[in-house]
C-alpha cells in the first residue's frame, strides 16, 4: 500500500505489540508471562525493547503494582484494534451465507451457455440468495483466460482449451451435439440422413468467422463436404435465421433441447460421427479460497446436472 513505509517497519517485531498488550491487560510482568507461556526473563526482555522503541517507560512498578504511563495508554487504544484486526484477518476464515449476501458476481460465457444454464441458476438464485446479483459478460473459448485475468469476470463457464498456469478449473458436464431445424422450412420425413446433411444449406456458429469445424473434418474422413454459407458469433441468432431459410444447424445438444422444448425448432441427431466436448468452469488462482465464489460454483454444478 502506497501509505506504507517499510522502513519504518525495521527491527519491529509483530510480538512485541502481543507482549505490549497482553503487560498492559495483566498489569504484571509474571502474570503476562505466563499468559504467553514465556518465561519471566524473556517478557522482561521484550519489555525492554518496548521501552526503547517507543521512547517511553510504558508500565512503572509501584506500591498498588504496574501502572501505565500516558503515552502506553494511547498506544494501547491505537495498537489494540489493529492486532484484533490482523488476528481476524489470519486465523478467522471467511465465510459466506447466501441467506444474507449482498454480492454481485461477474461471470462469463458464450450466449449458448446463458441460454441453457441461467434460467434455472436466475430461479434458484431466487430462492437462495435473493439479494446475490450475477452480471453476464459475453466470453467465448479463446476470449475467456484473458478475461479472468483482467478481473473482468470471476468466473468462466465455457468449452475451455488448455489454459495459463494460474487458470484453475472444474470439469461441468459432458456434451455432444444434436442438429435443429425449422420444420415449416425443412420438412423430413424421419431423421437427417447423411445425403440430406450434406446437400442442405448449414448455419455455423463459429467465434472467429470460420466456415469450417471439427464436422467438416469428420465429414472429410468420408470424402464428404457441407454447404456452411452463413456464420455467426452467436447461437441466440440461430431460431430467427432457421426459421426464415430452409437451412439446418449443428448445436450443443442440451441447446438443441431445450429449442425443441419450447416448440421453436425441431432437433434429430447428427448423421455423422462427432467427438463429444466438456464444458468446465474456469476461475484464477487467487480467488481459490473466495467461499461466495466456491458456493456460486456448487449451485453452477447442481443446475447443470438437471436434464
Not at 498498588?64 to 494501547?76: N, Q, V
Not at 472444474?170 to 420444420?183: A, I, S
Not at 458469433?233 to 435465421?241: A, I, M, Q, T
Request: charged fraction near 20%; proline fraction near 7%.
Amino acid at each position: 500500500m502506497a501509505g506504507i513505509n517499510e522502513n519504518d517497519f525495521r527491527g519491529v517485531d509483530l510480538n512485541l505489540m502481543v507482549s505490549f498488550l497482553v503487560l498492559m491487560r495483566e498489569r504484571s510482568v509474571s502474570r503476562a508471562a505466563e499468559k504467553l507461556f514465556l518465561g519471566q526473563p524473556a517478557l522482561s526482555g521484550a519489555l525492554a525493547r518496548l521501552r526503547q522503541l517507543f521512547g517511553d517507560e510504558l508500565l512503572i512498578r509501584t506500591t498498588e503494582g504496574m501502572l501505565p504511563t500516558t503515552r502506553a495508554l494511547a498506544l494501547e487504544a491505537a495498537i489494540g484494534p489493529a492486532v484484533e484486526q490482523l488476528q481476524r484477518a489470519i486465523f478467522n476464515a471467511p465465510v459466506f451465507d447466501p441467506g444474507s449476501a449482498g454480492r454481485l458476481f461477474l461471470v462469463g460465457m458464450p450466449d449458448w451457455v446463458e441460454l441453457w444454464l441461467m434460467p434455472g441458476m436466475v430461479a434458484r438464485l431466487q430462492q437462495l440468495a435473493p439479494r446475490v446479483r450475477v452480471a453476464f459478460k459475453e466470453a467465448n473459448p479463446f476470449s475467456a483466460s484473458d478475461m479472468l485475468e483482467r478481473d473482468e469476470v470471476e468466473l468462466a463457464v465455457a468449452r475451455l482449451p488448455a489454459g495459463p498456469q494460474w487458470q484453475r478449473e472444474r470439469m461441468l458436464r459432458e456434451m455432444g451435439f444434436r442438429c435443429v431445424y425449422d420444420p415449416a422450412q425443412v420438412r423430413l420425413d424421419g431423421d437427417l440422413t447423411l445425403e440430406q446433411y450434406t446437400a442442405l444449406p448449414h448455419l455455423l456458429v463459429s467465434y472467429r468467422a470460420a466456415f469450417e469445424s471439427a464436422t467438416d473434418t469428420a465429414l472429410a474422413t468420408q470424402g464428404l463436404r457441407r454447404n456452411v454459407c452463413y456464420t455467426t458469433p452467436r447461437f441466440s441468432s440461430v431460431p430467427g435465421v432457421l426459421g426464415a431459410s430452409p437451412m439446418i444447424s449443428t448445436v450443443p445438444d442440451v441447446l438443441a433441447r431445450r429449442w425443441e422444448g419450447s416448440g421453436q425448432l425441431r432437433s434429430c441427431p447428427v448423421p455423422v460421427a462427432l467427438p463429444g466436448f466438456t464444458i468446465s468452469m474456469a476461475w484464477h488462482a487467487r480467488r481459490d479460497n473466495d467461499p461466495g465464489l466456491q458456493w456460486l460454483m456448487g449451485l453452477i454444478g447442481e443446475v447443470a446436472i438437471q436434464p
